[in-house]
């Protein structure tokens, strides 16, 4: 089993519909989830990130984390062409390093 | 400007050459981090520092090395003995490296001639 698993898709979905991706992890012990967003041929860029259970909404986007299934997601709504990426789970481990495991990654495709 | 700066760009390597990759960050942050992707991957750590003078591998260390002599600066090398190198690397500094947010440079794609 993944550390941190994901769909990696392609999601499809319509503009303007709400797109959800979601995101297992394996350490229960976890403490910091952490969505990234990377568009082809660049770097990730931060998103969301959430540490305590329930919902945190950051303007179209809203993380949700349920640590005792051990799943994290993200909803998008009002999905604009713009959001085509590909996202990425990224999750801080129980041990004190500061590493990060990061899931394969989602990919988005939003239609016009 | 604050940021993380990675050069080049792209990199190309020739058989049995060691190359090296810089990594620079003016956000003052204690830990640093080097990352590569492969082609439909998420990204597998290399090696990572958490404070200058101290560094500690990664999931794929073999191959590589690195230095941490100055806060600032987080350098890679790409030795001869990494036999499939071609990948996206990408550097990251946080500023608490037991859990703060890990930011990216624009990465280093390196190819083989």
């Known amino acids: 089993q993944k550390e941190v698993e994901q769909n990696s898709g392609p999601l499809s979905v319509p503009e303007g519909a709400i797109a959800s991706l979601n995101c297992t992890y394996s350490?229960?012990?976890?403490?910091?989830f952490f969505w990234y967003r990377q568009y082809s041929g660049k770097s990730p860029e931060l998103i969301m990130f959430?540490?305590?259970?329930g919902d945190k909404e950051d303007g179209r986007f809203t993380a949700q984390l349920n640590k005792a299934s051990q799943y994290v997601s993200l909803l998008i709504r009002d999905s604009q062409p713009s959001d085509s990426a590909t996202y990425l789970c990224a999750v801080h481990g129980s041990s004190n390093t500061g590493k990060l495991i990061f899931g394969q990654g989602t990919t988005l495709q939003v239609k016009p | 400007d604050g940021g993380i700066t990675q050069s080049p760009k792209y990199l190309f390597r020739k058989e049995g050459q060691n190359v090296t990759l810089s990594c620079e960050q003016n956000l003052n942050h204690d830990a640093m981090y080097w990352y590569r992707q492969d082609p439909g991957q998420g990204l597998r750590l290399i090696y990572y520092s958490q404070i200058v003078n101290d560094f500690q591998k990664g999931d794929i260390a073999e191959g590589y090395s690195v230095s941490r002599e100055k806060k600032e600066s987080f350098p890679l090398t790409v030795t001869s003995a990494q036999k499939n190198p071609t990948a996206f690397y990408l550097c990251a500094s946080s500023g608490i490296a037991g859990g703060d947010i890990q930011y990216f440079g624009a990465g280093t794609r390196l190819s083989v001639l």
């Open positions: 959430i540490y305590s259970n």
């Open positions: 350490d229960r012990g976890s403490q910091s």
